[in-house]
């Protein structure tokens, strides 16, 4: 009796036969996969036959069909989440475009407030030194977390932290306690 492994086949995406074995021995675990991510038949059925094209064009060469099956589920799972969220944040662009009320008009004295709001917390802003300023930046602008900030400047996460707190309240102190700091 031979030994098994030395008898298991391996599976190029690129060969037709090969193919064909890979895709019916994957196709409805995908399908299904990604259906219950998207929600929608054709988009599953498309997002499938994408992560097969991915396989084919690279010539991915798989070990044994439960290779070229774990790859599969990996590729077929990221690209279902990636349209789930493409999605969503389409959804949530069309609801703001139809249902916001577009006749929201700033006054001349709205607008007038808005700029001295915005000018004083650049100047609150520029007057900090540069290593709390660069961390509010960072942590406001940038939203990045306390770790990543630390990573970005070399220094602890505590460390931040207490940047990022001794920053906001020197930008208290100097807008005024009834004034909300207006940074965007």
Not at 4 to 23: L, M
Not at 134 to 155: C, R
Request: charged letters at 35%.
């Amino acid at each position: 009796m031979e030994n098994q492994s030395t008898t298991e086949k391996s599976y190029n995406a690129a060969d037709s036969g090969d193919f064909r074995a890979i895709y019916d021995a994957t196709f409805k675990l995908l399908y299904t996969i990604s259906f219950r991510i998207v929600c929608e038949e054709d988009a599953a059925e498309d997002l499938v036959h994408d992560s097969y094209i991915k396989a084919n064009e690279k010539g991915m060469v798989f070990p044994s069909l439960d290779d070229a099956k774990f790859w599969l589920i990996r590729v077929v799972k990221n690209a279902s989440l990636n349209y789930a969220m493409r999605k969503s944040r389409e959804r949530k662009a069309y609801h703001k475009a139809f249902y916001e009320d577009t006749r929201k008009v700033e006054t001349g004295e709205q607008s007038v407030l808005k700029e001295e709001a915005k000018r004083k917390a650049v100047e609150a802003l520029n007057s900090l030194p540069k290593h709390l300023r660069e961390v509010l930046i960072l942590k406001e602008y940038g939203n990045l977390n306390y770790k990543e900030i630390g990573k970005v400047l070399g220094i602890s996460e505590g460390n931040v932290k207490v940047r990022v707190f001794r920053a906001r309240e020197k930008l208290e102190k100097f807008i005024g306690d009834g004034d909300s700091v207006f940074l965007s």
